[in-house]
C-alpha cells in the first residue's frame, strides 16, 4: 500500500495529482468550475514548505475522493498519504501532546529529525554487531527490498508541528514493521495497521484495517482475523507510544531490550519474500563493502 506515480494536468484545487475523471464529474454537477483552464483561488499562504491549505469543503472532498481511490488500488500511495492528513483530525493534536509528556518526545519535537538515505547511513549502521537495532533495520530493507525513500511529504495539514508529527509516524513506520518483525505484504501490512490504530489511533489506521481486509482471499482473512489482529490489538494497546520513541539514538542498543522496554512481543508467523538467511547475508556483504571503501580511502 504504498508509493505512487504522480499525476498532472488537471488542476482540481490544487491538489499535485491528477483527479479521477469519475470525482471530475462529480464535482462540476455540484456547481464548482474544474475546467483545465479553471482555478480556484486560495488566499491562505503555505505555512511551510509544501503545504496546499484547503477550506473544509475541499479537505472532505479530497478525504472522500482519496478513501475510494486507495481502496480501488492501494498501491496508491499519495491516496492513502492524503487520507490520513484529512482524517487525521484531533489525533495529531493528541500524539503532539504525548510526544511533549516524554523526554524522548519532546526531543524528537524539538530535533525534528527527518528519515531517508540523506539522514540514515545505511553502511554505517551495516557496521553495528548482530542483535542490535541498526542492523536489525539494514537487515530488515534488505530482506524486504525497500528503502526508506517512499515516504509521501505532508500537503495538507495546517499546523506546521502537527505536520512534522504526521511526518514523523509516516517516516518511522518501517522501524514499527522491523521492531514488530513484520514484512511488507498486504496481511502484514494490515495486521500492522491494528496494532497502529491500538497505539497511536490515527483514524486512517482504523480505515486501512476495517477495509484492507476485503482484498484478501477468505484463508488469509480468516489467519489475520484469528491469530493477528489479537495479537495487534492487545500488544499496540498495551505498548508504550511508538510516536514517542527517538529511533535514531538507539541504533546501538539491543533489538529485544528495546522490545522488552516499550512492552512488544514478536506477532504470529509471518509469510516473508527472503530467507531471512540471504538478507543478514546482504547486509553482512554491504558491512564488508563498507570497511573495503574506509580502508581505501586512509
Known amino acids: 500500500m504504498q508509493h505512487l506515480s504522480r499525476l498532472s494536468n488537471i488542476k482540481l484545487l490544487r491538489y499535485p495529482f491528477k483527479i479521477p475523471s469519475q470525482l471530475v ?4 454537477h455540484s456547481g464548482i468550475a474544474v475546467s483545465p483552464g479553471s482555478k480556484r483561488e486560495i488566499t491562505t499562504k503555505p505555512a511551510y514548505e509544501g503545504h496546499i491549505p484547503l477550506n ?3 479537505s472532505t472532498f479530497l478525504a472522500a475522493g482519496s478513501a475510494v481511490m486507495a481502496l480501488a488500488d492501494p498501491r496508491r500511495g499519495d491516496m492513502i498519504a492524503a487520507l490520513g492528513e484529512t482524517t487525521a483530525g484531533p489525533s495529531l493534536s493528541r500524539l503532539r ?3 511533549l509528556e516524554d523526554p524522548e518526545g519532546r526531543g524528537i519535537l524539538k530535533d525534528r529529525p527527518r528519515v531517508n538515505s540523506q539522514t540514515v547511513d545505511m553502511d554505517e549502521l551495516a557496521q553495528y554487531p548482530e ?7 539494514v537487515t530488515w530493507l534488505e530482506r524486504c527490498g525497500v528503502t526508506p525513500d517512499t515516504r509521501e511529504p505532508v500537503h495538507y495539514i495546517d499546523d506546521p508541528e502537527l505536520a512534522y508529527v504526521m511526518q514523523r509516524y509516516r517516516e518511522c513506520h518501517d522501524f514499527y514493521h522491523c521492531i514488530c518483525n513484520l514484512p511488507v505484504n498486504v496481511e502484514s501490512e494490515l495486521a500492522l495497521k491494528h496494532f497502529e490504530f491500538a497505539n497511536l489511533g490515527l483514524p486512517m489506521t482504523a480505515i486501512s484495517a476495517i477495509f484492507g481486509p476485503l482484498r484478501l482471499t477468505h484463508r488469509k482473512r480468516e489467519r489475520l482475523y484469528s491469530e493477528f489482529v489479537p495479537w495487534a490489538l492487545k500488544c499496540g494497546g498495551t505498548a508504550k507510544s511508538l510516536i514517542t520513541v527517538y529511533w535514531e539514538r538507539r541504533w546501538d542498543q539491543n533489538v529485544e531490550d528495546i522490545k522488552r522496554e516499550l512492552g512488544i512481543w514478536d506477532p504470529p508467523e509471518a509469510r516473508w519474500s527472503k530467507p531471512l538467511s540471504e538478507a543478514k547475508a546482504a547486509a553482512t556483504k554491504r ?10 580511502q586512509n
Request: charged share 20%.
Open 25 to 28: 464529474c462529480a464535482t462540476r
Open 287 to 296: 558491512q564488508q563493502k563498507s570497511v573495503v571503501s574506509a580502508q581505501g
Open 56 to 58: 473544509w469543503f475541499e
Open 131 to 137: 542483535g542490535t537495532f541498526g542492523r536489525a533495520y
Open 97 to 99: 501532546d504525548i510526544m
